[in-house]
């Protein structure tokens, strides 16, 4: 499990089982056994030395701002989707500390795009396909690539369910198209 956040819900679980009652071992196995929820800062495979991320589930700023600070390296990012309007100051100040790249895709990539030259980032990348953005980001070779998107899905996709199973689908593809070349 990577992320502050993650590891402060593991500290309230441990507390409730221990007011409950629960012994020691049968907390630690709980916790040991848990490997996090789907589309929720989801390890899905590595392509090429690129760790993939999804997070999916990040379909607001907050959310994905969390997802940037959960790693201690630097990351590619794949932002966008269907815009919020949600004010992008904190987003683009955090994208600048903790992203080395980002690809906006969806509906929101102008906005986004805008707000993040305003905050000083550099490396930005627009494209029209999700499938589009996970190969620019293992190209790019530059961090783990994390889909945290910080925007709804329905602009492409049913949901962010979608989204994610999506993303998933076409990192396994990259992981199998390198296996059957070999």
């Known amino acids: 499990m990577i992320g502050r956040h993650n590891?402060?819900?593991?500290?309230?679980?441990?507390s409730v089982g221990a007011v409950l009652g629960l012994e020691t071992k049968q907390i630690a196995s709980a916790?040991?056994?848990?490997?996090?929820?789907?589309?929720?800062?989801?390890?899905?495979?590595?392509?090429?030395?690129i760790r993939?991320?999804?997070?999916?589930?990040?379909?607001?700023?907050?959310?994905a701002i969390k997802a940037l600070e959960a790693f201690s390296e630097k990351i590619v990012l794949i932002a966008g989707g269907r815009d919020k309007g949600t004010d992008l100051t904190e987003f683009a100040k955090s994208v600048s500390a903790h992203a080395h790249s980002v690809i906006l895709l969806g509906e929101a990539a102008d906005r986004f795009h805008q707000a993040l030259v305003a905050g000083g980032v550099a490396n930005i990348h627009s494209v029209g396909s999700l499938a589009d953005?996970?190969?620019?980001?293992?190209?790019?070779?530059?961090?783990?690539?994390v889909l945290s998107p910080a925007c709804a899905s329905y602009d492409m996709f049913r949901d962010f369910e979608d989204r994610g199973n999506v993303f998933k689908d076409i990192v396994r593809s990259k992981t199998k198209n390198i296996a059957t070349s070999h």
């Not at 590891?7 to 441990?14: P, S």
């Not at 916790?31 to 030395?49: A, C, M, P, S, W």
């Not at 993939?52 to 959310?63: F, L, P």
Request: hydrophobic share 40%.
């Open 31 to 49: 916790l040991k056994e848990f490997k996090g929820l789907e589309h929720r800062l989801e390890y899905v495979d590595t392509v090429e030395g």
């Open 52 to 63: 993939c991320y999804n997070d999916s589930k990040a379909t607001n700023t907050d959310s």
């Open 7 to 14: 590891w402060e819900n593991a500290l309230a679980a441990v």
């Open 133 to 145: 953005a996970v190969e620019l980001g293992i190209r790019l070779k530059a961090g783990p690539l």
